[in-house]
């Protein structure tokens, strides 16, 4: 018995110990392939020139230079040139070279210098790792033929690895490292992620590859913000928020897709092994795309009020054919059928030829306070404010990125006919007179808001919804940096190739002696301008420059610029529209710090603006406007939609703003409960504040409404229809989805 039993043991044993060593051969085969596809990658030397020879004079017996002490351009340049021309060099001739950069790194590893971000966790940390791929198979082989080197390239490889933790906890103790902090997510992950995975597969260890790879999960759940919690990442309605130091910034224009094509090359490189990414996770960077990116371009160009802080270089932001590219990678190198795989081919097929690629549909993003409305000749994207929300940020000095952007969110309205409508406008743009926005004229250097921190709003009210290739955007207008001194309400209602916007309620904080504007436009010039003002006609010929007051617009009134047509609506306070065709000169320097201010001659560009604002004086007392943008219409269209084919507008005062498009559909703000009289005695009522689209037949009455609060559980709408009364509840979306619409189903028979 005692015999069998011992027998028994020793099988198990066996068997335990032969499993053991298959798992582990699986893990390492797992290691060696993450290692494999990131080998030969990011070895570029920067930051000093200098040869090889005298890098190898300067290196000292401990591994310092005599020259200088250690600094973060030593990796990226001395050390990073030891190990290009190591890459280069016949076996017989790398001893040397692979020795200088084992102590070279050992020393500056062990006396590094203080950690700044973004530059050592991103750039001094991806050249490192790019270092140690290149010698890792020959340090391999080193430490198993000499047993008297292993010590120094274990050492060599743990140093590496702590670095890089000591990298992803921003030069702090882990013990008050915060992952949700916003140098810690997103964008700032993906910038670091392709180091720490090449050094955690140099490492050998499963655990180190198990840390980076939790990191990645951790950024793939969807977020919600709230006044008081602005997390980083993918939020329930598509948005990316970052740098949410004033409320949610919407940053897929920079940190959100810069986070996708680094997950989508890591993703790429696990595949098929232990730290591979899940079905959920694979299909949620397919809708990063669907539910996200693909809403923010028009013909290449990117919405410059959701570009961040990079909406003031000289190269405007654009696509490129980045979004093509990616999802033909992401659909080629998927190990699974994704969900919406036939939506992806519809995408990748519009963006087939990038510089024409638009959408046809409607989007109101209810996390970023953001309405984007898109057709194959026109695109609206209006950017809003509320307490959740911020607009673009700047950094922080005068060396800031995106200097001029203070006003970037306030109803900003980018309008797009061909997409380049900005390019060379925004050199010569008054960044008080942004397109869609309202705001004193006050003179010198705007100021700064770094992370959108004095972006702040004090208004809850911000909403709006999407149905049917059509959309609202409504908010109370009202900043908490005194700079502003500015409230008003704030409507834009979009369908077809239209926008129509209409304010009321614009008064001062504090009395100033500042005109306050809202500007429907400011483009780059190009061609004659045409206009039709209380009946006067006249045209501004091309190269002609011409600055024009219009004094209270009595009669509908129109400019026609570059195939774009403005109609103004009279209003019952007078405002005086403005209407400049000139030349004007800037300073890139001036737009942002990453030009040199010493170099301004070559910063120095001169360009032709077309500007159209409306004046509400110095002292608007509960001033309004009303008007309305076309672009992709000829000019003798214009002026038959002037006749009879104009929309209705029914109400804009403090308590509602509500038009009518067509025979049946009406566009409503509630900014108060009350009640909008429609046509044939009809009326609606809501006993809430409710933003809400109306489509009438003959049969039913479909309501879509959303909460501009973000806070109600529920209310009652009426309709009135002269014969009978119809109410329903409202029971609008809470949790993940509050500020998102519902649709409402009335029988009318």
Same mark, same amino acid.
């Given at each position: 018995?005692?015999?069998?039993?011992?027998?028994?043991?020793?099988?198990?044993?066996?068997?335990?110990?032969?499993?053991?060593?298959?798992?582990?051969?699986?893990?390492?085969?797992?290691?060696?392939?993450?290692?494999?596809?990131?080998?030969?990658?990011?070895?570029?030397?920067?930051?000093?020139?200098?040869?090889?020879?005298?890098?190898?004079?300067?290196?000292?017996? *401990?591994?310092?230079?005599?020259?200088?002490?250690? $600094?973060?351009?030593?990796?990226?340049?001395?050390?990073?040139?030891?190990?290009?021309?190591?890459?280069?060099?016949?076996?017989?001739?790398?001893?040397?070279?692979?020795?200088?950069?084992?102590?070279?790194?050992?020393?500056?590893?062990?006396?590094?210098?203080?950690?700044?971000?973004?530059?050592?966790?991103?750039?001094?940390?991806?050249?490192?790792?790019?270092?140690?791929?290149?010698?890792?198979?020959?340090?391999?082989?080193?430490?198993?033929?000499?047993?008297?080197?292993?010590?120094?390239?274990?050492?060599?490889?743990?140093?590496?690895?702590?670095?890089?933790?000591?990298?992803?906890?921003?030069?702090?103790?882990?013990?008050?490292?915060? +992952?949700?902090?916003?140098?810690?997510?997103?964008?700032?992950?993906?910038?670091?992620?392709?180091?720490?995975?090449?050094?955690?597969?140099?490492?050998?260890?499963?655990?180190?590859?198990?840390?980076?790879?939790?990191?990645?999960?951790?950024?793939?759940?969807?977020?919600?913000?709230?006044?008081?919690?602005?997390?980083?990442?993918?939020?329930?309605?598509?948005?990316?928020?970052? $740098?949410?130091?004033?409320?949610?910034?919407?940053?897929?224009?920079?940190?959100?897709?810069?986070?996708?094509? $680094?997950?989508?090359?890591?993703?790429?490189?696990?595949?098929?092994?232990?730290?591979?990414?899940?079905?959920?996770?694979?299909?949620?960077?397919?809708?990063?795309?669907?539910?996200?990116?693909?809403?923010?371009?028009?013909?290449?160009?990117?919405?410059?009020?959701?570009?961040?802080?990079?909406?003031?270089?000289?190269?405007?932001?654009?696509?490129?054919?980045?979004?093509?590219?990616?999802?033909?990678?992401?659909?080629?190198?998927?190990?699974?059928?994704?969900?919406?795989?036939?939506?992806?081919?519809?995408?990748?097929?519009?963006?087939?030829?990038?510089?024409?690629?638009?959408?046809?549909?409607?989007?109101?993003?209810?996390?970023?306070?953001?309405?984007?409305?898109?057709?194959?000749?026109?695109?609206?994207?209006?950017?809003?404010?509320?307490?959740?929300?911020?607009?673009?940020?700047?950094?922080?000095?005068?060396?800031?990125?995106?200097?001029?952007?203070?006003?970037?969110? #306030?109803?900003?309205?980018?309008?797009?006919?061909?997409?380049?409508?900005?390019?060379?406008?925004?050199?010569?743009?008054?960044?008080?007179?942004?397109?869609?926005?309202?705001?004193?004229?006050?003179?010198?250097?705007?100021?700064?808001?770094?992370? =959108?921190?004095?972006?702040?709003?004090?208004?809850?009210?911000?909403?709006?919804?999407?149905?049917?290739?059509?959309? @609202?955007?409504?908010?109370?207008?009202?900043?908490?940096?005194?700079?502003?001194?500015?409230?008003?309400?704030?409507?834009?209602?979009?369908? #077809?190739?239209?926008?129509?916007?209409?304010?009321?309620?614009?008064?001062?904080?504090?009395?100033?002696?500042? *005109?306050?504007?809202?500007?429907?436009?400011?483009? @780059?010039?190009?061609?004659?301008?045409?206009?039709?003002?209380? *009946?006067? +006609?006249?045209?501004?010929?091309?190269?002609?420059?011409?600055?024009?007051?219009?004094?209270?617009?009595?009669?509908?009134?129109?400019?026609?610029?570059? =195939?774009?047509?403005?109609?103004?609506?009279?209003?019952?306070?007078?405002?005086?529209?403005?209407?400049?065709?000139?030349?004007?000169?800037?300073?890139?320097?001036?737009?942002?710090?990453?030009?040199?201010?010493?170099?301004?001659?070559?910063?120095?560009?001169?360009?032709?603006?077309?500007?159209?604002?409306?004046?509400?004086?110095?002292?608007?007392?509960?001033?309004?406007?009303?008007?309305?943008?076309?672009?992709?219409?000829?000019?003798? /269209?214009?002026?038959?939609?002037?006749?009879?084919?104009?929309?209705?507008?029914?109400?804009?005062?403090?308590?509602?703003?509500?038009?009518?498009?067509?025979?049946?559909?009406? %566009? %409503?703000?509630?900014?108060?409960?009350?009640?909008?009289?429609?046509?044939?005695?009809?009326?609606?009522?809501?006993? /809430?504040?409710?933003?809400?689209?109306?489509?009438?037949?003959?049969?039913?009455?479909?309501?879509? /409404?959303?909460?501009?609060? $973000?806070?109600?559980?529920?209310?009652?709408? +009426?309709?009135?229809?002269?014969?009978?009364?119809?109410?329903?509840?409202?029971?609008?979306?809470?949790?993940?989805?509050?500020?998102?619409?519902?649709?409402?189903?009335?029988?009318?028979?």
């Amino acid at each position: 018995m005692n015999r069998i039993h011992t027998i028994c043991i020793t099988f198990f044993a066996c068997l335990l110990l032969s499993s053991s060593a298959s798992s582990q051969e699986n893990v390492n085969a797992d290691i060696q392939k993450i290692r494999t596809a990131h080998q030969g990658k990011k070895l570029s030397a920067k930051g000093e020139t200098i040869s090889t020879e005298k890098i190898l004079s300067l290196l000292q017996e *401990d591994g310092s230079f005599s020259d200088e002490t250690p $600094h973060t351009k030593h990796i990226r340049g001395r050390i990073t040139q030891l190990a290009i021309d190591y890459k280069k060099a016949k076996q017989a001739n790398k001893e040397e070279l692979r020795k200088a950069i084992y102590s070279s790194l050992q020393y500056w590893i062990n006396h590094r210098p203080k950690y700044k971000f973004p530059r050592v966790p991103f750039e001094t940390l991806r050249a490192m790792a790019a270092i140690e791929l290149v010698i890792y198979n020959d340090m391999i082989k080193e430490r198993e033929s000499n047993p008297a080197m292993a010590g120094t390239i274990d050492s060599l490889i743990q140093s590496i690895s702590e670095f890089s933790h000591w990298c992803w906890y921003n030069g702090k103790s882990p013990k008050v490292f915060d +992952k949700h902090e916003g140098h810690n997510r997103g964008g700032n992950v993906g910038y670091r992620l392709w180091g720490m995975t090449a050094i955690a597969s140099c490492s050998g260890n499963e655990a180190e590859m198990d840390w980076v790879h939790e990191i990645v999960k951790e950024q793939f759940p969807r977020v919600v913000n709230t006044p008081t919690d602005l997390p980083t990442g993918f939020t329930t309605d598509g948005s990316w928020i970052q $740098h949410n130091a004033g409320g949610a910034q919407n940053y897929w224009v920079g940190y959100g897709v810069h986070w996708i094509n $680094h997950v989508l090359n890591y993703a790429e490189a696990t595949k098929g092994t232990q730290w591979a990414l899940t079905e959920k996770e694979w299909n949620t960077i397919a809708d990063y795309y669907l539910d996200g990116i693909q809403w923010y371009h028009f013909k290449n160009r990117a919405a410059l009020n959701l570009a961040g802080r990079h909406n003031a270089l000289k190269k405007a932001p654009a696509d490129n054919g980045d979004m093509k590219k990616k999802i033909s990678k992401l659909l080629a190198v998927s190990p699974y059928t994704l969900e919406k795989e036939a939506e992806l081919k519809t995408l990748l097929h519009k963006q087939r030829t990038t510089h024409t690629a638009t959408l046809d549909s409607t989007k109101y993003f209810w996390n970023t306070d953001l309405l984007i409305h898109s057709t194959p000749n026109a695109y609206f994207s209006i950017k809003m404010l509320s307490n959740r929300t911020t607009g673009c940020e700047t950094s922080e000095s005068e060396r800031a990125h995106g200097k001029n952007n203070f006003f970037s969110g #306030d109803g900003s309205t980018i309008i797009y006919r061909n997409g380049k409508e900005y390019d060379k406008a925004r050199i010569g743009w008054n960044w008080r007179a942004i397109p869609g926005i309202t705001a004193l004229q006050k003179n010198g250097k705007l100021p700064l808001s770094p992370w =959108g921190r004095e972006s702040k709003s004090k208004n809850q009210f911000a909403g709006g919804l999407a149905a049917n290739k059509k959309g @609202i955007a409504a908010f109370q207008y009202n900043r908490k940096n005194s700079y502003v001194n500015l409230q008003a309400n704030k409507a834009y209602f979009t369908y #077809d190739n239209v926008l129509l916007a209409l304010g009321n309620s614009i008064r001062k904080n504090n009395n100033d002696d500042f *005109d306050v504007w809202t500007t429907l436009n400011q483009s @780059i010039r190009n061609g004659s301008i045409f206009y039709n003002i209380n *009946d006067k +006609k006249g045209k501004i010929k091309e190269g002609k420059s011409s600055n024009l007051k219009f004094k209270d617009i009595k009669k509908t009134s129109w400019v026609y610029h570059d =195939g774009t047509a403005y109609l103004i609506f009279p209003t019952k306070k007078a405002s005086s529209l403005l209407l400049f065709a000139e030349e004007r000169t800037g300073n890139w320097a001036d737009l942002d710090g990453r030009y040199a201010t010493n170099n301004k001659e070559n910063q120095l560009e001169e360009t032709s603006i077309f500007q159209l604002s409306l004046s509400h004086g110095k002292h608007p007392d509960q001033a309004d406007y009303s008007y309305m943008v076309i672009p992709g219409i000829e000019l003798n /269209v214009l002026k038959e939609i002037c006749k009879d084919k104009l929309p209705l507008i029914i109400q804009n005062n403090d308590e509602q703003q509500a038009i009518q498009i067509d025979t049946n559909t009406y %566009m %409503m703000v509630f900014y108060k409960k009350g009640s909008v009289s429609l046509k044939d005695g009809i009326s609606l009522e809501s006993d /809430v504040p409710v933003i809400a689209m109306l489509s009438l037949n003959n049969e039913e009455a479909v309501l879509q /409404v959303s909460d501009p609060l $973000h806070q109600q559980k529920n209310g009652k709408i +009426k309709i009135n229809t002269g014969n009978k009364t119809l109410e329903s509840n409202i029971d609008f979306p809470q949790g993940i989805n509050v500020g998102k619409s519902t649709e409402i189903k009335l029988n009318l028979k």
